[in-house]
């Protein structure tokens, strides 16, 4: 089963009707797509009281892929961290996470490691380290440095991330150095899982960009014929998994939503038990 879905659910204006309010459009969006990426945790991990309406209010297939909280991932410094200890953090995530669970909910956790997380020792028992304190939560692990596929290491790496049971995250992105990572169509797990980040190659070197870094990394339209080879790359890895994920990310100017509709028309993926999707006011027949 092939699903597809977005980066957040807030911020797609072409899924919502024009009444559609800003509690509402988590339902509105589960009626596009099944799957979405709960980014928001990556600031801030969400109470289990917002996590039991986001899953009472999707329907029953509906999965979230929870993304993990920044102190987890070492995007934050420690003295930054709003916890007392670091299992207190750890503990904190793991509630919610099973919350999701709970209901069945959860596709997976991603972590996702910052550009400086490089191929190291340190940094591989840090990786088993985080799988020790998340239990037996789905786990994706997402690399941002290139060292994880150099030559002679990647095959190390996709044979780590198997024997510990990781999904590997394959990336769609600009390929701009040590902070970037090649496309690598390898599923490690049962479940394969593709991030689309664009390949705005200026914008992700963020070059002296203090300020709107992260609208401008994210800008991009994929073309037909970039669509289509992404699509290539998803049979293949249908064919090593069980299930494939399949998240768009490039909504800085709202792509996201329409590359992954379009996506879904060429791999001919139908999406069943959705919730109903609402129509304007004055939309169709009286």
Request: glycine residues 6%; negative net charge; aromatic residues 14%.
């Amino acid at each position: 089963m092939i699903y597809i879905g977005l980066t957040g659910w807030s911020d797609h204006p072409v899924l919502y009707s024009s009444a559609t309010s800003a509690r509402d459009k988590l339902f509105d969006y589960s009626g596009h797509f099944p799957v979405v990426e709960v980014d928001t945790s990556f600031y801030a991990i969400p109470n289990t009281h917002n996590v039991e309406k986001w899953c009472m209010e999707t329907p029953k297939d509906f999965r979230f892929i929870l993304k993990a909280y920044q102190g987890m991932t070492g995007h934050q410094r420690t003295e930054e961290i709003p916890f007392d200890t670091r299992n207190d953090m750890f503990e904190a995530f793991v509630t919610c996470a099973e919350t999701f669970q709970k209901h069945g909910k959860l596709a997976m956790v991603l972590v996702q490691f910052p550009p400086w997380f490089d191929c190291s020792a340190k940094h591989v028992q840090y990786i088993l380290y985080v799988k020790q304190q998340l239990g037996n939560l789905p786990i994706a692990i997402e690399f941002r440095n290139q060292t994880w596929y150099a030559s002679g290491m990647q095959g190390r790496t996709m044979d780590f991330l198997r024997n510990h049971h990781f999904i590997h995250t394959v990336c769609d992105e600009p390929q701009a150095g040590s902070g970037s990572v090649p496309f690598v169509a390898e599923a490690t797990a049962s479940t394969a899982f593709v991030r689309i980040h664009g390949r705005n190659i200026h914008g992700w070197r963020n070059a002296g960009n203090t300020e709107n870094w992260r609208k401008v990394r994210f800008l991009y339209d994929y073309s037909e014929e970039e669509l289509q080879g992404l699509a290539t790359h998803i049979r293949s890895l249908q064919e090593q998994a069980k299930d494939v994920y399949v998240l768009f990310n490039n909504n800085s100017g709202q792509h996201a939503a329409p590359n992954a509709k379009r996506l879904q028309q060429i791999l001919d993926v139908h999406f069943e038990g959705l919730a109903p999707k609402q129509m304007d006011i004055f939309e169709g027949d009286f």
